[in-house]
């Protein structure tokens, strides 16, 4: 399953091999609220025994991870789900482990802390915008 800063997590783990199908899920997050809410899904229901990678670039705060998880749970209902993440804030680490204590957790690197704004300090802005060339 593929949020949309995951993009680049993904395309190397298809290159090596690791991933068969992919699933799509476009979220949005209000920078006020720190809220997400799912846009768009497609990705196959019920998937039974499979196992279910989620790329996401950073985990800040955790709600975009969790509510994509959370529906993946709802309607795909696959056997195993991991969460593969290249930076992340503790922050986002206790949410993950309070709500989805079922959900393996893979992380590159763990950051200080989150920002009064909800971003990964020091971080390295937001890499959804990097990836897709959008600097401003």
């Given amino acids: ?7 680049g997590l993904w395309l190397g783990a298809r290159s090596g091999g690791l991933v068969s ?5 476009d979220l949005t997050r209000n920078e006020k609220t720190l809220k997400s809410k799912v846009n768009m899904s497609k990705y196959q229901q019920n998937l039974g025994d499979s196992t279910v990678l989620v790329f996401d670039t950073m985990l800040a705060t955790a709600g975009s991870m969790s509510r ?3 529906h993946i ?4 209902k696959p056997r195993r789900i991991i969460a593969v993440c290249l930076l992340a804030a503790p922050e986002g680490l206790e949410l993950m482990k309070t ?3 079922d959900v393996d957790m893979v992380v590159g690197v763990i950051d200080e802390k989150l920002d009064d704004d909800g971003f990964i300090y020091p971080g ?13």
């Fill in 21 to 25: 199908e992919v699933g799509m899920l």
């Fill in 68 to 70: 994509a998880i959370s």
């Fill in 124 to 136: 390295l802005g937001d890499a959804g915008d990097r990836f897709f060339g959008h600097y401003g």
């Fill in 73 to 76: 749970k709802r309607n795909a």
């Fill in 1 to 7: 399953m593929l949020l949309r800063a995951g993009m």
């Fill in 99 to 101: 709500k989805h204590p």
